[in-house]
DNA sequence: GGTACGATTGTCT
DNA sequence: GACAATCGTACCT
């Protein structure tokens, strides 16, 4: 499943539940928006430029997670998809959080403000944070038993899904962000507003 | 060894 | 609505 392209498998990925085991609780989240990236040939894409230290997890099995620093900042969670050799991943924007409210809140209010429960994992470093995700666990398997994190897929594909072009991404003039490889589960409240597809 | 820049967020106006 | 924050990585000298 997960080792089919990224624009296969982001859709696949909405209303599916991420599961994170941490000294200080568990926390699910049900994912609510996603973004497919294309590795090599996508210019959006950190793998774009070839195989790098940094990105070499991209490179490698699918299921496995992509963590990466932004801005010295924030981090942003990455699912890996498509065959090894192939840089393919999914960039987990945001979710709902349906367990564990109460941790994901204290990790929230340690990292900053938070106004709601729907801001809880709406965008890309908030979900991370809720999630207890940073650099630590780049390359971590989703897939096996027994891990930190794991993932359940939907049994049957999510409705309503609507989609778009991707956020904040830039290059050959603007080209890439005509294509529509944003997905999302419309109407739901926890997708983020940020820059909000018209 | 140095520098430019980014898959964003929170805060201020 | 606009902007500053902040640091690892990539690319250049």
């Known amino acids: 499943m997960l080792s089919r392209p990224a624009l296969e498998v982001a ?51 699918a299921g496995h997670l992509y963590v990466y620093r932004h801005l010295g ?7 890996v998809c498509g065959p090894v050799g192939t840089a393919s991943a999914v960039l987990l924007r945001a979710g709902e959080v349906v367990r564990g409210a109460e941790v994901a809140l204290a990790r929230r209010t340690a990292a900053g403000a938070c106004r709601s429960s ?18 630590t666990e780049n390359g ?12 359940v ?14 956020v904040g991404v830039s290059g050959l003039g603007g080209e890439v962000t005509r294509f529509p490889w944003r ?3 419309a109407g739901d409240p926890t997708v983020s507003a940020y820059r909000r597809a018209p």
């Not at 900042?73 to 699912?79: E, P, S």
């Not at 971590?140 to 993932?151: H, I, P, Q, T, Y």
């Not at 594909?157 to 778009?164: E, I, K, Q, V």
């Open 140 to 151: 971590a398997d989703v897939v096996a038993r027994g891990g930190g994190v794991s993932l």
């Open 73 to 79: 900042l924030h981090h942003c969670v990455n699912l």
């Open 183 to 185: 997905f999302w589960i």
């Open 11 to 61: 859709p696949a990925l909405l209303g599916g539940l991420l599961t994170t085991r941490r000294a200080d609780g568990r926390v699910t989240v049900r994912i609510t928006e996603v973004e497919a990236y294309e590795g090599e040939r996508d210019p959006g894409s950190h793998a774009y430029r070839g195989q790098t230290a940094r990105n070499a997890v991209m490179f490698g099995r």
């Open 153 to 166: 897929l939907p049994s049957t594909p999510a409705s309503d899904l609507a989609t778009g072009p991707r």
């Open 118 to 135: 729907v801001d809880l994992a709406r965008g890309p470093a908030r979900l991370a944070v809720a999630l207890g995700l940073d650099r």
